[in-house]
């Protein structure tokens, strides 16, 4: 968002904040019933399952925490577990050890390593992590003072955004045609919050005026062939005519089960979150 429109606060991302693997453990629903929770039924609809790691300083509050809808958790469908394992192995400490919550389809800032403590109570986490980042905010909030009046009106990100990115070529690299005068161009695409898998990744090499299906290799678990992971990414891949010259740019856009489709740009936000403009691979010299 900071080099496509203007200036966020925020870090760089680019195209690498991604993760798809095995993950092993009881799902969070199993856990909090087996716990009990004991709400009001008034209380029921706003409540938040909290989640708080304090085995790391923050820079921003005492410890880091999350939180997402108890109706979330409680529903199998939703998937979140309290992982153990991550590709048939023990989490390592750099991926959460001893155990972690892994919410997918969720933005991972809910995803909490080193998880020490989860709280069912009548409302959002009270983290700086929940409440003053990780959220949407409207464009007129392009300042930090401005952006204060907005942090409480605005909720946080749980579902994140449909979204595409080519991964072959690179940007800025020297692309050989083949005999036919094609380019192979790959990639990976994610689907809109529980609302995957991806179904259609169309690519285009004229700014959008035509565009070309790639074929998706179909994401299946080795211990039962032909099941569809509904939370994976799907990679794909496609080989498009280009003419030879330099400063091409190569576009892809994906669409999930549900019809979210990405637009070729989003609105600016203060922060930089949830883009899910085109991929692209651009400053390409076809040869």
């Known amino acids: 968002m900071r080099t496509k429109l203007k200036e966020v606060n925020g870090i760089d991302w680019f195209d690498g904040a991604v993760m798809n693997c095995k993950w ?29 790691c304090f085995q790391t300083p923050t820079q921003d509050d005492e410890y880091y925490g999350a939180s997402v809808p108890l109706s979330r958790a409680l529903n199998p469908e939703s998937s979140i577990i309290i992982a153990l394992e991550q590709n048939g192995k023990p ?26 403590r989860i709280t069912v109570q009548t409302c959002e986490s009270s983290n ?44 800025a690299s020297t692309v050989q045609r083949d005999e036919r005068g094609c380019v192979e ?29 790639a074929e998706l290799l179909p994401a299946q678990d080795e211990n039962q062939p032909g099941v569809e992971l509904k939370w994976a990414w799907c990679l794909w ?8 010259g330099k400063h091409q740019t190569i576009w892809s856009r994906a669409t999930d089960q549900s019809g979210n489709t990405q637009e070729k740009c989003p609105d600016w936000n203060f922060r930089g979150v949830a883009y899910n403009g085109y991929g692209e691979a651009t400053g390409l010299e076809i040869v």
């Open 91 to 116: 989490l390592t400490p750099n991926h959460g050890a001893p155990v972690r919550i892994v919410t997918p389809g969720i933005a991972g800032a809910r995803s909490v390593k080193w998880l020490d």
């Open 128 to 171: 700086y992590y929940q409440q003053h980042d990780y959220k949407v905010l409207p464009p007129e909030a392009d300042t930090k003072e401005k952006a204060e009046k907005w942090w409480s009106k605005v909720p946080a990100i749980q579902d994140m955004p449909v979204n595409s990115v080519i991964g072959v070529p690179k940007c």
């Open 24 to 52: 092993t453990g009881p799902l969070l629903k199993h856990v909090l019933e087996n716990a009990g929770i004991d709400l009001p039924d008034d209380k029921l609809s706003c409540a938040h399952v909290a989640f708080a």
């Open 237 to 244: 891949k496609a080989k498009v005519k280009m003419n030879a």
């Open 185 to 213: 161009v790959k990639g990976y695409a994610l689907p809109s919050g529980a609302d995957g898998p991806i179904v259609r990744v169309e690519i285009s090499v004229n700014s959008g005026k035509t565009w070309t299906d």
